[in-house]
């Protein structure tokens, strides 16, 4: 069916959808833009509001829009022509937002609805719904009866002209009922095996060439990185950026033809929130497991994690982690040997406003106002953090544990005092997904300095801390090769996590590595 052209509500002569005034008779051709329902997903309304903005509005802030729409059902768009309406109704319909145009009650020469005050726009809403006829109102009030179902999208101007746009075939759901199979399915689909010598780890892209993984994914050794796609191709990456303290990584390859996941907002997030993480745990590639927000602001020697509730193993590094929008909300980098239900994942935040961001992606004013406050909270925990540390130095802490010929594990362990401490017997346990394989001990005799300049420090992110605030001056740094009777063999351990007993909680986990380069 041909579209219906507009006609001016007061001479009834035919006009263009560009112009402001009818030019026979100089009436208002002005349009508000109604969206017709409430919108509960946070996704859904960054989505809507980055449609209207699509349209020719004059640049207005992304957070007003966000305002208007978070506001909806109401105006969302006052006074422009059919046209640029009609552009942003057709955006809207894409994501399944349901609108109408009425006819506007400002004169042309007033300000754009975008820039409106909210007593503004109340003001027209109200005017809005009183114009609506009996009829409509009926039509909404059976809507809301039916739980929002919307009947119509017609309006009816002053005079009754009515004004008719396509219905979208989509409709607005509860942030808590997102079809998880339908999140999962997306995901799966645009996360990848990682390998890196005899590192493996997930990793997703997020665009059509460029993926995030954990930095310490791609620590396996010298040799290519390869990605394995879910439907079994395997491409050659190189690595593009990556920033270690926050064991972050963005590499690059050609030709994949990957639909990117689109990346979130972790301040949104409560605890209780439902998320899905998509890995390659023990080997079980692409799997999707369930969880939900444990901590939304897990802070840690001054980065503010996101601490998950979620059956998490090894191979899930660099995996993402969705929100009930299917949104990503952060980059699984590590888990919790004390609590093998929990983990930890760097926000995805991270990623486009940290203090080296890795993606070049703009985000609304009010997203970067929260992640600010995310940031100072997790300096002033930091501040606590280092003002405790002293006392607690006087512990033992496991900084390193490396695989040495003929098949020991040689652990490095540093400690604070005035002078060089005692020679000491340290008990361990060695662990791998959670699983306790043996329990090794060794004694420390010899107590060394410790040197700014030692390799190790780097293979450390409690040295590495301390290192960043000047606090490696008084510790003492030494080495003991275990006894390793009744434990698994060394092919069996490297990659495993070394515990030590009774050690500062900071630092008393190693992953084992292999002696050598890399």
């Given amino acids: 069916m041909a ?3 507009p006609r001016c509500s007061e001479c009834g002569g035919v006009v263009a959808a560009e112009v402001r005034t009818c030019p026979a008779c100089g009436a208002s ?3 508000d833009l109604m969206v017709t329902s409430s919108l509960t997903r946070p996704r859904t309304i960054y989505l809507a509001a980055r449609a209207i903005l699509a349209a020719d509005l004059g640049a207005p802030p992304l957070a007003e829009v966000r305002t208007r729409v978070e506001q909806a059902p109401g105006p969302v768009v006052l006074a422009v022509t059919r046209a640029v309406a009609a552009d942003a109704q057709t955006g809207l ?5 349901r609108s109408h145009l009425v006819a506007s009650q400002r004169r042309p020469g007033g300000s754009a609805g975008p820039q409106a005050s909210t007593p503004a726009i109340l003001g027209r809403l109200e005017r809005a719904v009183r114009a609506w006829p009996l009829a409509t109102l009926a039509v909404v009030a059976l809507a809301a009866a039916l739980g929002g179902l919307l009947l119509a999208t017609r309006g009816t101007a002053p005079g009754g ?15 808590q009922t997102a079809p998880g199979r339908q999140v999962a399915a997306r995901a799966i689909a645009a996360s990848v095996m990682v390998r890196s010598g005899s590192s493996q780890g997930t990793g997703f892209f997020v665009d059509n060439d460029r993926l995030v993984t954990a930095a310490h994914v791609l620590a396996g050794g010298p040799g290519t990185i390869e990605v394995v796609l879910a439907g079994g191709r395997t491409l050659e990456a190189r690595l593009e950026r990556e920033d270690r303290w926050l064991d972050l990584a963005v590499i690059r390859t050609i030709g994949s033809g990957i639909d990117p996941l689109i990346t979130g907002d972790v301040t949104r997030l409560e605890e209780g929130d439902p998320l899905l993480v998509v890995g390659n745990p023990v080997g079980l590639d692409f799997s999707v497991v369930s ?23 090894a191979g899930n590094s660099g995996g993402p982690v969705l929100d009930a929008d299917g949104s990503v909300v952060g980059v699984v980098v590590m888990t919790l040997l004390d609590a093998p239900n929990l983990a930890l994942a760097v926000p995805i935040n991270y990623l486009i406003a940290g203090p080296s961001p890795l993606l070049a992606l703009t985000r609304d004013p009010g ?16 501040r606590r953090e280092l003002e405790q540390l002293r006392p607690s130095l006087d512990r033992p802490a ?15 362990i540093v400690r604070s005092g005035q002078q060089a401490p005692r020679p000491e017997s340290l008990r361990f346990e060695l662990v791998r997904d959670s699983r306790e394989l043996c329990r090794p001990s060794g004694q420390i005799v010899d107590w060394q300095r410790l040197r700014s300049a030692t390799s190790d420090i780097s293979r450390s992110r409690y040295l590495t801390w301390l290192q960043r605030h000047d606090l490696l001056t008084g510790l003492y740094a030494g080495t003991v090769h275990l006894e390793m009777s009744g434990c698994p063999a060394p092919g069996l351990v490297l990659g495993s996590t070394l515990v030590l007993t009774g050690g500062d909680p900071r630092a008393n986990q190693a992953e084992v590595y292999a002696a050598g380069p890399g």
């Fill in 398 to 412: 496991l900084v390193a544990a490396q695989l040495v010929p003929p098949g020991l594990i040689g652990a490095l």
């Fill in 161 to 175: 002209q009515q004004i008719t746009s396509e219905p979208s075939t989509e409709q607005e759901e509860p942030h």
């Fill in 93 to 97: 319909a894409r994501i399944g937002v």
């Fill in 291 to 313: 969880g939900i927000v444990s901590r939304s602001e897990r802070c840690l020697m001054g980065v503010s994690y996101l601490q998950i509730d979620s059956g998490i193993h």
């Fill in 29 to 31: 051709q002005l349009v």
């Fill in 3 to 5: 579209a219906r052209e």
């Fill in 367 to 382: 997203e970067q106002a929260r992640w600010s406050d995310v940031i100072l909270r997790a300096a002033e925990a930091e």
